[in-house]
Structures are given as structure tokens and as C-alpha cells.
């Protein structure tokens, strides 16, 4: 059971690249979250989406763009890269129970990303 | 709004002794509460949570925490670290319903010495 895959795991963009990075889960969770972990900071939610073709913002979307065109995939890219983007990316999924009870979030085993 | 408060940055035990790492938060809502634990250059894997059942809540690996909403405070505990608990830890809350606004608490580093 894979549960939440993330690829790559690592890479090193120079300023101005462009990549994507892609999340899988096999669990057929609704909700789909990407965060990036920054030293002393925790996570902080860039994009998120409830369902299939749908995506929302989170706390610090600008510079990032995301896509869910299947309910098992959701893509985070980066048109642009820049140095700031250095950071530890995580992707999750989660599910809501009945009564409204939120359920964890599953994540990844995250990609380190370096711009230089 | 939410807003989760992990009170210390860093905590040292040495093995066989207590662990107490804080948590408090603020939530409009009666919140689900979690902690999750992340070692070196791995994802984050889940300790235990709270959903509205009972207050004192035991996860994985001998820890647990108490949800006290008087004191808005979802501390972790554990009555004897191991080496192996060495580790980043996360307090994190949600207001029911709302998965989406899943909020991290900064991390408390917590080393165990021999």
C-alpha cells in the first residue's frame, strides 16, 4: 500500500527554471494539500483542493501554481523558480468522516528543492 | 481564525525520563487536534489525535496527550523517551469539517540524551 508518493525527491533548479512536482495517493482521499516546511516555520499551506478540478489557495500561494485533473494526482509547479523557493515540499491527502469529523492528513516522504 | 502555540522550540530529556512537550491553541470551533512526529529527512507520520471523543488520547509508540479545553491545551507526553524519540513534533488543529485548514504548529525539537 504506497499511500502518498511524492517525485522527485530531491532537485536543484537554477533561477528562472521552471518544474513541476508530482503527488499520487492511492487512497481515494477527497482533499489533496501541498505545504512547504521552512526552518523554525512548520508547514505552511501553498495550495490545496477538495476534489477532482477543483484547487484553492492556502497561506503563501504566490509564485506557485497547482492542478488536479485526476482525483489520485495533484501537481504543484513552479514557472519561475527563485532562491526563496528553497525548501522541503510535502504533499498530503485526507478525507472527511461522517459527522463532520476531520480525519489526519497522510503525507508524503517530501522533495528538497534547491534554487541556486 | 485558528492558531496553534507549541511553547518551546526545543526540549532535552535524557532516556528513561519524562517527556512534556506543549501545545495550546486558540479556534473558534471545538477543534480536531493532532500530533505528529517527523524524523530526520523523513515525512511526517502520525502520533495521535483528537475528534471530540475522549480527552486523553493515546497514539503510537507510548505517547499521549490530554485535550483541555479550559486551558486550550493538547500537551504530549510519554512516561519513559527512548533514543528512538528523537524527533521533530508537531501540534496541529483543525476546526471540524474543514480538513483544508489543517494548521502547524512551528515544531518542538525534542533530543534524548544517554
Known amino acids: 500500500n504506497a499511500g502518498v508518493t511524492q517525485t522527485p525527491k530531491f532537485r536543484v533548479l537554477k533561477t528562472g527554471q521552471s518544474m513541476t512536482l508530482l503527488c499520487a495517493q492511492d487512497?481515494?482521499?477527497?482533499?489533496m494539500y501541498w505545504y512547504r516546511q521552512d526552518p523554525g516555520m512548520g508547514l505552511r499551506l501553498i495550495h490545496y483542493?477538495?476534489?477532482?478540478?477543483?484547487?484553492a489557495k492556502g497561506e503563501v500561494p504566490d509564485g506557485y501554481n497547482v492542478s488536479r485533473l485526476k482525483k489520485q494526482n495533484f501537481l504543484l509547479g513552479l514557472e519561475s523558480a527563485a532562491p526563496s523557493q528553497t525548501s522541503v515540499y510535502f504533499c498530503?491527502?485526507?478525507?472527511?468522516?461522517?459527522?463532520?469529523?476531520?480525519?489526519?492528513?497522510?503525507f508524503g516522504q517530501g522533495t528538497r528543492l534547491t534554487v541556486v | 481564525a485558528q492558531s496553534v502555540t507549541q511553547l518551546d522550540s526545543h526540549v532535552s530529556v535524557s532516556e528513561g525520563t519524562p517527556v512534556l512537550l506543549r501545545c495550546n491553541y486558540s479556534s473558534s470551533y471545538s477543534p480536531s487536534l493532532f500530533w505528529y512526529v517527523q524524523h530526520p529527512n523523513k515525512g511526517l507520520q502520525l502520533l495521535l489525535k483528537?475528534?471530540?471523543?475522549?480527552?486523553l488520547v493515546k497514539g503510537i509508540n507510548g505517547f499521549e496527550a490530554e485535550f483541555k479545553k479550559s486551558e486550550t491545551s493538547f500537551h504530549l507526553t510519554k512516561p519513559s523517551a527512548h533514543m528512538s524519540d528523537a524527533a521533530e513534533y508537531f501540534c496541529v488543529v483543525s476546526p471540524p469539517g474543514s480538513a483544508r485548514q489543517l494548521t502547524f504548529g512551528s515544531g518542538t525539537q525534542l533530543t534524548v540524551l544517554p
Open positions: 487512497m481515494n482521499h477527497e482533499y
Open positions: 483542493s477538495v476534489g477532482e478540478g477543483t484547487t
Open positions: 498530503a491527502s485526507s478525507y472527511i468522516q461522517g459527522q463532520g469529523l476531520n480525519t489526519e492528513a497522510f
Open positions: 483528537y475528534t471530540s471523543a475522549a480527552t
